[in-house]
């Protein structure tokens, strides 16, 4: 379970599922929004909403973390690079909010840049690791990985559908795995 037994780690479970769920369906309905928007720049619902999501998943980390659910020893490193890495991805968003295109990035902006697309990377990690420690039982324990997906899943759609599709299927795979852990957390 993604969650402590005492009153206060069940409660911070609740609270990071809420942000988690929250944030996946407030992205995924500006990513809808926007549309193919986001291929002319930076755009001001995306870039909130997406702030949203890292916040939540953020908290969704910070849990997994504590409740030592990617194992002792060398499982603790993924979870606390992501714990640096996501409020790099935040900040990115607050930055952002003044250029037109990331093309416009100053080279400073444009290495914190990498940020986002690391963090993915890290979300695919914490998924496998959190598959393979067993610590956590049923759908919490492989929603992870799924959720880890994401990033390629959604590259794969731009690729073999053009940005209509991917827009959609990032939005589905958002609420299906991010949504949904945040839900299972929540409901505990």
């Known amino acids: 379970m993604i969650t402590h037994s005492t009153s206060a780690g069940v409660e911070g479970g609740r609270l990071a599922g809420a942000l988690l769920s929250t944030g996946a369906a407030a992205w995924a309905a500006g990513t809808v929004v926007v549309g193919e928007k986001i291929q002319e720049g930076v755009q001001t619902l995306d870039t909130v909403t997406g702030m949203m999501f890292v916040a939540g998943v953020w908290a969704f980390v910070w849990r ?3 409740a030592r659910a990617t194992g002792e020893r060398l499982g603790r490193v993924v979870p606390f690079g992501l714990l640096v890495l996501l409020p790099a991805a935040f900040l ?9 295109t990331h093309d416009a990035f100053p080279l400073w902006l444009q290495v914190l ?8 990377l890290g979300m695919l990690a914490l998924g ?18 799924a959720a ?3 990033f390629p899943v959604t590259m794969a759609a731009q690729i073999l559908g053009g940005p209509a599709v991917s827009t959609y299927v990032s939005a589905a795979w958002l609420i299906g795995t991010y949504g949904v852990i945040g839900l299972l957390m929540a409901r505990r």
């Open 148 to 150: 880890g997906l994401w």
């Open 113 to 120: 840049d990498a940020a986002w697309p690391l963090s993915m």
């Open 64 to 66: 997994v973390w504590t």
């Open 128 to 145: 496998i690791t959190i598959a393979a420690a067993g610590r956590v039982e049923g759908p919490l324990r492989w929603l992870p990985l």
């Open 92 to 100: 990115l968003n607050v930055l952002s909010f003044g250029y037109a």
